[in-house]
């Protein structure tokens, strides 16, 4: 079966400007997860879904990341106003509810200049 | 609250020799589990194995097993056999809290440690 899916894989924007980025999980996955990855640094929580619960939100390092998430399937990580420092590969990974790994799209990587 | 302490940045093996890289945690939970993920320079984050806190015997999969030690709070990642392939990131990452009745929640990862295997 498919694995998780994002788009784009890569985004060049200019400072100031929104940008969305877009996760398909695998099917039937009910957690769904982004993390934010700076060049050379380990992984950073942003926000965590599960099935129909309250969003986990405690991640996300300022009001201009936002993330939605349509029942159990796509989100979409929203970033306003974009700063330089938002330059990082955005990872986003799905599970099962229950303990199980973690399977890992292959990001997007976004460059603000 | 969870960490995840990974105090080698980086670390070099021969081909066809074993490696250990070191993983300490620390938690207040009594039920808990570590994992594993792999980033080559490509970027993807493979799942290598997972060890479960009430798991009797260590977990292995195929070249990689875990060097479970609860009272020390380590889950060292042994690497058997090394391939060229095997050159890469290694992250230890734990659940920020243990559920049973949901979902594990989000994964903590240490900062990693990049391996560099030799021919």
């Known amino acids: 079966g498919a694995g998780v899916s994002q788009s784009p894989s890569n985004k060049v924007t200019e400072k100031g400007k929104d940008v969305e980025l877009r996760c398909d999980p695998i099917s039937g996955h009910t957690a769904l997860y982004w993390y934010r990855q700076r060049l050379g640094q380990g992984l950073e929580f942003l926000i965590y879904f599960q099935g129909n619960s309250a969003p986990d939100k405690s991640g996300l390092p300022s009001d201009r990341f936002s993330a939605e998430r349509t029942g159990e399937s796509v989100s979409t990580l929203t970033i306003q106003r974009t700063q330089q420092e938002d330059s990082a590969v955005y990872l986003c990974?799905?599970?099962?509810?229950?303990?199980?790994?973690?399977?890992f799209g292959n990001g997007t990587r976004l460059t603000v200049t | 609250a969870q960490k995840i302490t990974q105090t080698q940045p980086g670390m070099f093996v021969q081909e066809k020799e074993a490696v250990t890289l070191d993983c300490t945690y620390d938690t207040s939970d009594q039920s808990y589990g570590l994992f594993w993920y792999k980033q080559p320079s490509s970027g993807e984050m493979i799942f290598l194995i997972y060890q479960g806190s009430y798991d009797e015997q260590n977990a292995t999969e195929g070249r990689y097993s875990l060097n479970f030690q609860k009272a020390r709070k380590s889950a060292n990642l042994v690497i058997s056999a090394s391939q060229l392939g095997d050159s890469a990131m290694y992250f230890c990452?734990?659940?920020?809290?243990?559920?049973?009745?949901?979902?594990?929640?989000?994964?903590?990862f240490g900062k990693g440690t990049k391996l560099s295997v030799k021919p």
């Open positions: 990974a799905s599970s099962f509810a229950r303990v199980s790994p973690l399977h």
């Open positions: 990452a734990m659940p920020s809290s243990m559920n049973y009745g949901g979902s594990q929640g989000n994964l903590i």
